[in-house]
């Protein structure tokens, strides 16, 4: 099965540089995988202000997989939500659009109430966590 995963965030802000770095914890672990597609990482973010041109650039990939980072409910932070489809993106910064997807990974980093002051190390973390429950389950690995 090939897989497209888009990694979106930006590398200037630590809270929303969560998905650019799980990109780059998945390109290191897929390199050797001409079947799977990494997009969106530190060095080539996807973002609000390029994604309308990235959308051309994929626009005939298989199984989409978006991964991104999300405000909620304070009680819901770090928590991480698989759900099917497409998501907005952008609407932290109160501007969207949406980007379609087969499914859509979101980890909540804050919410409108509370923004916790993440560290580098706290944002790797929550990559580090996501990046090997994906590798392991599109390897079949026991999660």
Request: with cysteine; net charge positive.
């Amino acid at each position: 099965m090939s897989y497209t995963f888009v990694c979106i965030g930006t590398n200037k802000i630590i809270s929303d540089s969560f998905g650019p770095r799980v990109g780059n914890k998945l390109k290191k672990v897929f390199y050797l995988s001409p079947e799977i597609n990494v997009y969106g990482t530190m060095k080539n973010p996807i973002h609000l202000k390029n994604a309308m041109l990235f959308l051309d650039e994929i626009k005939n990939e298989k199984q989409i997989i978006l991964i991104d980072s999300a405000i909620g409910k304070k009680e819901e932070i770090g928590n991480t939500y698989v759900n099917r489809g497409g998501t907005e993106i952008g609407k932290a910064f109160n501007k969207s659009i949406y980007f379609p997807a087969n499914l859509n990974i979101k980890t909540v980093i804050g919410s409108k109430e509370y923004m916790p002051n993440y560290s580098i190390n706290q944002i790797e973390k929550l990559a580090d966590d996501i990046a090997i429950k994906i590798a392991n389950i599109v390897l079949n690995l026991p999660v």
